[in-house]
């Protein structure tokens, strides 16, 4: 699994990260990085063909690496708060109570 904000730098620009782990591997290799199944999950890398073995160290040690970079996750999103009404103007009218019907 790679954390989400590090999926840009570990693919890298025009995927040259994953290529390079490509080229290490002897045979025919595919490396792809697939998002993640729920919400709540982190992007994982998928491994075919021959070497996957030596990729799958290959991959865990630029996973690594980019950690020790200290790259941080983002801070979280936050909600803009809706402002809470403060004069009679601002509050929502409400509707004139119905009269009993007798």
Do not use: H, T
């Not at 040690?61 to 809706?82: F, H, N, T, V, Y």
Request: charged letters at 25%; aromatic letters at 2%.
């Amino acid at each position: 699994n790679v954390p989400g904000f590090l999926v840009e730098d570990f693919i890298g620009p025009g995927g040259a990260n994953l290529n390079a782990i490509r080229a290490k591997v002897p045979g025919v290799c595919y490396i792809s990085v697939r998002p993640p199944s729920a919400p709540n999950r982190k992007p994982s890398v998928r491994i075919l063909g021959e070497g996957v073995e030596q990729a799958e160290r290959l991959v865990r040690a630029s996973i690594e690496e980019l950690k020790k970079l200290g790259k941080k996750p983002p801070p979280p999103k936050r909600r803009p708060q809706q402002p809470e009404p403060s004069s009679p103007a601002q509050q929502p009218q409400q509707p004139p109570p119905l009269a009993p019907q007798s």
